[in-house]
């Protein structure tokens, strides 16, 4: 797995996190403990930093990017982003579910527990409401997201981090 430097930043990647050969790191970004990183991922802190929490998966051929310093990319702990989004500088809160093909730009917040549809688009400096479910280009809210499907999001968050905890233990032990 390519892990690179970008200036005198270095990826911090935690020891329980998996991360797959086939994704990409650099410069400023840290992952979490039980956070899964998947093939063709790109998760780019050049010009400001990327954080992201606990138990997060990041799916293939998702793209991270902070390249405004006044807008780091901050993601939250039970995240997933689906395959094929992109996401700019925005800050993802905890339990949030990013639909496939999704594009997040500069300055966006999505609250705690926010769905976006697949191929949604949040245009600059939006802020999206907690536990609601949105969609669109530009995405509108949809309703409001019960407590029941924000549990049963992380309860997927946490299978998924399991099952690449185990592909892990597999990795290290062959």
Not at 1 to 30: C, N
Not at 156 to 173: C, E, G, S, Y
Request: overall charge negative; charged content about 15%.
């Amino acid at each position: 797995m390519p892990v690179l430097p970008f200036g005198d930043k270095s990826p911090k990647i935690d020891s329980q996190a998996y991360v797959s050969p086939q994704a990409t790191i650099m410069g400023d970004v840290e992952i979490g403990p039980g956070s899964n990183v998947w093939p063709g991922a790109v998760i780019r802190g050049d010009q400001a930093s990327v954080r992201i929490g606990e138990n997060t998966c990041i799916q293939d051929s998702v793209v991270i990017h902070a390249h405004n310093a006044d807008n780091p990319a901050i993601i939250g702990n039970n995240v997933i982003i689906s395959t094929a989004s992109a996401i700019h500088g925005v800050y993802v809160g905890d339990n949030s579910n990013i639909g496939d093909g999704c594009v997040v730009f500069d300055g966006a917040t999505l609250g705690e527990g926010v769905s976006l549809a697949p191929g949604s688009i949040i245009p600059p400096n939006i802020v999206i409401p907690p536990r609601t479910l949105n969609s669109g280009a530009p995405a509108a809210q949809i309703r409001e997201i019960t407590r029941e499907e924000v549990e049963k999001h992380t309860l997927r968050a946490d299978t998924i981090t399991q099952v690449f905890m185990k592909l892990r233990r597999w990795q290290q032990a062959t």
